[in-house]
């Protein structure tokens, strides 16, 4: 893998390094000059290649080539089945999916529900949802928005999130096992990931049972209640943090 | 540790439990007529001690004592430093920040926050910012809110940070190690763990330094640009998946 390093305000030409990056790069890393790397400026999402001039474990020169848009783009399969909700909840829900790299957001019809969507306003709901993930993809420099499909009932939508994921879990109260007891060993093995999510009045028994039979692992936070965009946000913040 | 067993509608007396749990309990961890476990009701929740009458992998018996309300408590320190911003975006942190178990909330007034917040103005929010924890609290089940402190300047934030945290990590562009590298050690060595998290635009070189200065770990969570508030329930979710 490429030796990858962040600079901020990168320019064409010379450049002295940040004492951190050049700690970075020359005393951890050890290059030296004429070692290459990548470099990427993650304010204005540009990369280039770079090239120690002067290697120096504080003030680092190097030469930077022409500066390109950076292409970033999701790369293991993370899937998040998401019950339809009231309001602009998905709408939330489909922002930080897109900026912590899921790459489909499956949304799925739930008995418990509130909303029930007919199949007109369904599609004007995914309409709105992909346009939300296309802005989140762009203000995260994230060069493609997660797939966004449905809505499904529950089953199918777990059998939509099958297709390209070795690990599913299923957030719910029922859940006897720990989510953090095996979510580690998926992230190291680099399976492809997916996540359902009921509503806030839960999943039914019925429910679980289909999930279940889609191999998805009937799984926990913890202690306290929460909501389900949190719920959200947590476990793929949880996958995010630790993919590297 | 006690063994603890989520039942859905627990009520004092006799009960049957459902297959998965009778599952957990006699076959998994093998309890036998006669043993005790702590039964907690996620939804309402409730715990109650509660003994097995009959044993089985399916459908196990037990007797359940008078129910009380769940004291559940965050129980290592988990702070977050957080810069001061427009609108509810805070409000919208520190209910995250609730349900996931921090124990502190550090507001910081930061260079380039676009919120200036004179003192009287800083009470009036910390006063809010207290109200939705404690709603945040009670809906989620949790008997202590986390502590709202602030509105300090971001280095003196910093410095109350440090008072229970032993492994303190600041978020920032500029981090050339990503959290994930660090953090699982963290959590398994049970230490206190801090958060810093800059403002919308950014911290200043000085307000990195100050972090570095008081023992922040200047930290990067990869590739894509998230929403501050994205960062927070990111950060804060992976410590709730992780903690166990």
């Known amino acids: 893998m490429a030796i990858r390093a962040p600079i901020v305000k990168l320019t064409a030409g010379r450049m002295t390094l940040t004492h951190e990056t050049s700690h970075y790069l020359c005393r951890v890393l050890r290059l030296r000059a004429g070692d290459a790397f990548l470099a990427f400026d993650p304010e204005a999402l540009l990369e280039a290649d770079a090239t120690i001039t002067v290697a120096s474990d504080s ?16 790369d293991v399969p993370l899937v998040l089945v998401y019950a339809l909700a009231k309001g602009d909840k998905v709408d939330a829900v489909v922002r930080d999916a897109t900026e912590l790299g899921a790459t489909r957001v499956v949304v799925a019809r ?13 599609a004007n709901k995914l309409d709105r949802f992909r346009r939300v993930a296309e802005q989140a993809a762009r203000q995260s420099g994230r060069a493609d928005p997660p797939k966004i499909e449905g809505v499904y009932d529950f089953a199918a939508a777990l059998e939509a999130a099958k297709s390209d994921t070795q690990a599913r879990y299923c957030l719910d109260v029922r859940g006897t096992v720990e989510l953090g007891a095996l979510l580690p060993a998926a992230i190291t093995t680099r399976s492809g990931i997916a996540f359902a999510i009921g509503p806030e009045g839960g999943l039914t028994d019925r429910e679980v049972e289909a999930a279940r039979a889609h191999g998805f692992e009937i799984v926990t936070l913890g202690r306290f209640v929460l909501r389900t965009e949190t719920v959200a946000a947590a476990v793929l913040g949880a996958v995010r943090v630790l993919s590297r």
């Open 59 to 74: 003030a680092a020169e190097i030469t930077v080539s022409e500066t390109r848009g950076a292409k970033v783009v999701a």
């Open 110 to 122: 739930t008995e418990r529900a509130i909303v029930k969507a007919d199949e007109a306003k369904a």
